[in-house]
């Protein structure tokens, strides 16, 4: 039985989260429906030479996958595995817009190339000259999860450090249409936060996270993954049950968690797959959110990831991340669960270690 | 005990045929699938061929009997077609029988749609449906739901090595016991976007492709899907199923070299043919075919011939590219080169590499040009993509 | 011919990207690819948009462009001979 460590994190997303100095007391709820991501110092991470063709989506994976190796002190992992559900859209949107606009003329090759969804995979693993195990997971808002499947199948497999991450990118006319079928949130509806909402749609955001993951425990650690499970489509009676067996699988049941971490995005229609479990199964449990600082994108999942990592290493819970108020003495087991749009469901278990 | 991971089912449709067999017929009849473009109406339709494939959307739709209201893609309606062949040529019955997953490999996903649709989902509610079918993992979602399976998906993007990783992958899960079934493969359609995208590259050749030829001028795209069942092989005794023949070997190496031409020296290709003869415990030696990837850019078979002698040394095996077929089918290339070399496997036949007259002057590789008949036990089969994303097959008779 | 030189310098800086780079910086002999100001493949095909779309001057075949973009004098030169 192998361990899977969590040894390095890094981090770039609507909130200064690249500035390692700042925590969650510095973070504030969005208030905008759409936030593009704060800006990093791209230049502190990346030549010059490679940064002018980059997209922004392949820039934040870049750093935030500098800052999680760096930690885990890793010059070369053995495999980078990268989910996205949309890939680099804003170039997608440059090149097609130029092929419409200009009747397929006067087309340059950059845009193309930069909107391949394996870019940013091919991108680190330019910069590090690493010829390792790379792929890209697009399966909509299981994408990071499929990544984590991967690296624990590599370590079971023999690989000792794997770099894995989510990345997502705003596009604006893609965006505009998810506006129209009304997946985004109106600003208006945003008065009151996220958590009991009762308007349609999420704040749409973007973001990049990335991981370290490794066999053997470090100082950096920390916690160790146990065990994800994903699934297409499941009906909101149906979460229980599954959330059940996955824990019995893990030798756990629901009173062993210590802290619950929930995808609640504010859209009143999928909202109620967490309200049940807030108001029935977990009610006694820590219960968690973070969409409010991430927002929504297909890989948002990760960032929760991230603040569960932030949380089971410093043994406390920062007061904006909190749902409910529990006394919980050690954060030893955490589980997270999200969802989008009823597709999609992952449970994620963690320990600390 | 690492379990042996068998074939069980094979589905295909491309330009060269709707089913398996078809497409088998028109191999070894040597029958191309390459002509001027029809269903796309593009200002480079005199200046490139494409290996397009004759059912329009409307009876794709038919076949499949979906309502009207459906909002699949072309990328879609091809991948659900071979996965139908595919299963039911692994005559399974319920889909959920023993722990089984899909793993499915696109790079155009609903961009068809999206590129015909871009500024009129304002005005045109109706065509919104196909906002949502954008993504890449759309078709993988649809495709689960259609087969009613509920056990594991996920969609892979690398370029054009996806459907060999998405291979990969479940040949690795079967490996590992995470699944005991696994339906894999790609699925890519024409598109503006990509004719425009490799436009730009300046590696579409305007006439039939010339893989190996040392006068290649670059790719003819094309449009395809193909999918794979795999079982574990215990499974498949159990079930007293037909077994294709078995994945023995695998592997992913990245070239690290730039975003989209190969190294001169083909390291990550090298790397990737090198880890999958390990993986399957074979010398180069035992290779008795190679299902090269052969795109006939100057960049990717120059690189790639590199990469074959550096494996191979003096003893280079039977090769071909079957891409003078039908085109380079991009994510689904993969797929249906897997279904060729299986098909090698079966039939004891090498397929020819079309339109080759004069080898490449560095390295004087020859592919076979005839249909061949030959002892096979192993093929090696290629896929190298953009981002140096390489990846290699190894298909065996026997475990 | 000093007008188009500074003018193709300021197009390479401006299409390919090249943010810390001013027009002072380039001289009229530098070597563009490789080692020089580090240009790759990618910007080549750039430059050969650049040349259809700006100067009406059609490359076929990619490789043309080695000789014609080694520097900014040989794509001044080039320009002024065949530009429609």
């Known amino acids: 039985m192998n361990n899977y460590y969590i040894n390095g994190i890094g981090c770039v997303s609507a909130q200064d989260t690249s500035n390692l100095e700042l925590n969650f007391s510095d973070f504030s709820e969005l208030k905008n429906n759409i936030v593009d991501v704060f800006k990093p110092n791209y230049k502190a991470f990346i030549k010059p030479a490679m940064i002018r063709r980059m997209s922004s989506g392949v820039k934040s994976g870049i750093v935030a996958s500098s800052i999680a190796l760096k930690e885990a002190n890793i010059d070369l992992p053995e495999a980078i595995i990268t989910g996205s559900g949309m890939g680099c859209l804003r170039d997608s949107e440059k090149f097609l ?38 792929v890209t997971y697009v399966h909509q808002a299981t994408s990071f999860e499929s990544s984590l499947i991967d690296s624990m199948m590599m370590i079971d497999e023999g690989s000792d450090h794997i770099l894995i991450g989510g990345v997502d990118e705003i596009g604006p006319h893609t965006t505009e249409n998810h506006e129209l079928v009304g997946h985004v949130k109106k600003e208006s509806d945003l008065k009151n936060g996220i ?32 065990d994800v499970a994903v699934y297409d489509k499941l009906e909101i009676d149906e979460v229980e049950n599954k959330m059940n067996q996955f824990l019995n699988d893990n030798k756990m049941q629901i009173s062993d968690i210590d802290m619950i971490v929930l995808g609640i995005n504010g859209d009143i229609d999928y909202d109620e797959y967490y309200n049940l479990l807030m108001r029935k199964t977990f009610k006694n449990t820590q219960q968690v959110y973070y969409k409010h600082l991430s927002g929504e994108y297909n890989t948002a999942s990760a960032f929760g990831l991230w603040a569960a990592c932030k949380i089971i290493k410093d043994q406390s819970i920062p ?25 999609s469901h992952s449970f994620t278990l963690l320990s600390s270690c | 005990m690492s379990k042996g991971v068998a074939i069980t089912g094979m589905g295909i449709i491309s330009s060269i045929g709707n089913t398996v067999e078809e497409n088998f017929q028109s191999l070894i009849d040597k029958n191309a699938g390459i002509s001027k473009i029809s269903k796309i109406d593009t200002i480079h339709k005199d200046e490139i061929k494409v290996g397009e494939i004759s059912f329009t959307n409307d009876e794709m739709v038919q076949i499949l009997n979906l309502p009207e209201s459906n909002n699949y893609s072309r990328t879609a309606l091809l991948a659900e077609i071979a996965v139908k062949e595919a299963v039911n040529n692994a005559k399974i019955t319920d889909i959920n029988k023993y722990k089984t997953g899909l793993i499915s490999a696109t790079s155009v996903g609903g961009m068809d749609m999206t590129e015909r649709y871009y500024y009129s989902y304002k005005d045109e509610v109706d065509k919104r449906k196909y906002i949502d079918a954008h993504s890449l993992g759309d078709s993988t979602l649809k495709i689960a739901s259609s087969l009613g399976l509920t056990g594991y998906t996920s969609t892979i993007s690398t370029a054009c090595s996806s459907a060999t990783n998405a291979i990969m992958l479940g040949a690795r899960m079967i490996k590992s016991g995470k699944l005991d079934r696994v339906i894999v493969g790609g699925a890519d359609c024409l598109s503006k976007f990509t004719i425009n995208g490799f436009k730009t590259l300046m590696i579409l050749s305007e006439t039939d492709c010339m893989p190996f030829d040392k006068n290649r001028t670059g790719l003819n795209l094309g449009e395809a899907a193909a999918y794979l069942v795999l079982e574990s092989d215990e499974i498949a005794k159990k079930e007293n199923k037909k077994v294709l023949g078995y994945i023995t070997g695998y592997a992913n190496a990245n070239d690290a070299f730039h975003q989209t031409a190969s190294s001169e020296d083909g390291e990550g290709a090298t790397l990737a043919m090198k880890k999958a003869l390990e993986v399957a415990k074979k010398s180069p030696k035992e290779i008795d075919y190679i299902n090269a990837h052969g795109t006939a850019t100057p960049n990717n078979d120059s690189s790639e011939s590199k990469a074959i002698i550096r494996i191979f040394g003096k003893t280079i095996p039977s090769f071909s590219s079957t891409k003078g077929y039908t085109g380079h089918t991009l994510a689904a290339a993969g797929a249906i080169e897997a279904v060729y070399s299986i098909l090698a496997l079966q039939n004891d036949i090498i397929f020819p590499n079309l339109n080759f007259k004069t080898p490449i002057e560095e390295t004087l590789l020859i592919p076979e040009t005839e249909v061949i008949n030959k002892k096979i036990k192993h093929v090696l089969s290629n896929s190298f993509g953009f981002g140096g994303n390489c990846s290699s097959l190894i298909f065996s008779k026997e475990l | 011919m000093e007008n188009l030189k500074k003018e193709l310098k300021e197009k390479i ?23 020089g100001l580090g240009l790759d493949s990618i910007d080549a095909l750039e430059l050969i948009v650049m040349l259809d779309k700006d100067y009406g001057i059609k490359l076929t075949d990619p490789k043309q462009g080695k000789s014609i973009f080694q520097s900014i004098n040989t794509m001044a030169d080039y320009i002024t001979e065949n530009r429609k």
Request: with cysteine; glycine share 6%.
């Open chain 3, 13 to 35: 800086i401006e299409n390919l990207n090249l943010e810390d780079i001013e027009v002072a910086d380039i001289n009229d002999d530098d070597v563009l690819f490789g080692d």
């Open chain 1, 195 to 226: 958590l009991n909402s009762d308007s349609k749609g999420s704040v749409f955001s973007e973001g990049a996270q990335f991981f370290a993951i490794e066999r053997d425990k470090k100082n950096s650690t920390y916690a160790k993954f146990i």
């Open chain 1, 97 to 134: 817009e130029g092929i419409i606009n200009n009747n397929e003329q006067y087309l340059t090759p950059t845009s193309f190339i930069q909107s391949t969804h394996n870019t940013v995979g091919g991108q680190i693993a330019l910069g590090l000259s690493c010829k390792s195990y790379n």
């Open chain 1, 319 to 343: 007061k904006i991340l909190k749902i409910n108020n529990k006394e919980v003495p050690t954060i030893n087991n955490v589980l997270l669960y999200n969802q989008y749009r009823g597709l």
